[in-house]
C-alpha cells in the first residue's frame, strides 16, 4: 500500500486512482503523437491544390498555378519548429535530386519574422524557393495542423500525397510519391 504525507498525517493512496493517472497520462500522449503525425489535413488527397501567391526570398512573386505541368511538393516549416530543421536537408537533397526531372520544392516559412526564416534557411543550406506567410493566410488556407507540413501537388495541380509531422525515414516516402507522380 502507497503512503502519501499529508502535514503530520499519513493517508493510504489507493492503487486505482494511482492506475487511473497514469492512463489518462498514456492516452494523452497517444493522442498528442497521433495529432502531431497522422491529424487529417483541410485539403485532403486528390482535390485541387488552392491556388497562392508569396514572396520569395529573392524577392520574386511565386505563384503556385504557375507551377502547373511541374510535380510541387510544398512544404511549410518554421524556424522555432525542431523537426523541420531535421528535415530541411532531406529536402533539399530531393530537391537538388529531381528538379530536373520537373520537380520543384516550394518551403513555405511561416515565422512572423522573415529574417528569421531566412537565416535559418541560409544556415542550412536551402537551395530550394523559400516563400514567406508572415501574414498565416496561406497556413490556413491549407489548414494543415502540425509542423512540419508537406504536400505533394500533381502535374495538373491536384494534391496526392499529404503528411504532417517528420520522423526519421519520412523522406525515403517521399521520394517513392515524388519518383510515382513524376511518371505519371
Known amino acids: 500500500m502507497n503512503i502519501i504525507h499529508r502535514g503530520t498525517e499519513f493517508a493510504p493512496v489507493r492503487p486505482v486512482a494511482t492506475g487511473l493517472c497514469m492512463s489518462l497520462v498514456c492516452m494523452l500522449f497517444v493522442v498528442m503523437s497521433t495529432i502531431s503525425f497522422n491529424a487529417s489535413a483541410k485539403v485532403p488527397v486528390g482535390v485541387e491544390a488552392p491556388d497562392f501567391t508569396l514572396d520569395e526570398l529573392s524577392g520574386s512573386k511565386v505563384r503556385l498555378q504557375d507551377l502547373r505541368g511541374?510535380?510541387?511538393?510544398?512544404?511549410?516549416?518554421?524556424?522555432?519548429?525542431?523537426?523541420?530543421?531535421?528535415?530541411?536537408?532531406?529536402?533539399?537533397?530531393?530537391?537538388?535530386?529531381?528538379?530536373?526531372?520537373?520537380?520543384?520544392?516550394?518551403?513555405?516559412?511561416?515565422?512572423?519574422?522573415?529574417?528569421?526564416?531566412?537565416?535559418?534557411?541560409?544556415?542550412?543550406?536551402?537551395?530550394?524557393?523559400?516563400?514567406?506567410?508572415?501574414?498565416?493566410?496561406?497556413?490556413?488556407?491549407?489548414?494543415?495542423?502540425?509542423?512540419?507540413?508537406?504536400?505533394?501537388?500533381d502535374?495538373?495541380?491536384?494534391?496526392?500525397?499529404?503528411?504532417?509531422?517528420?520522423?526519421?525515414?519520412?523522406?525515403a516516402i517521399y521520394e517513392k510519391h515524388i519518383r510515382d507522380i513524376l511518371k505519371d
Open 155 to 171: 502535374r495538373k495541380g491536384r494534391v496526392r500525397f499529404s503528411h504532417l509531422g517528420y520522423e526519421s525515414g519520412v523522406e
Open 70 to 153: 511541374r510535380v510541387v511538393m510544398i512544404n511549410f516549416w518554421a524556424s522555432w519548429c525542431a523537426p523541420c530543421r531535421l528535415e530541411m536537408p532531406h529536402l533539399v537533397r530531393l530537391h537538388e535530386k529531381y528538379r530536373s526531372a520537373g520537380f520543384t520544392l516550394l518551403g513555405v516559412n511561416i515565422d512572423e519574422d522573415r529574417k528569421v526564416g531566412a537565416a535559418m534557411a541560409e544556415r542550412v543550406g536551402v537551395k530550394f524557393p523559400v516563400l514567406f506567410d508572415t501574414d498565416k493566410n496561406v497556413t490556413r488556407l491549407y489548414d494543415m495542423g502540425a509542423m512540419p507540413a508537406t504536400l505533394i501537388v
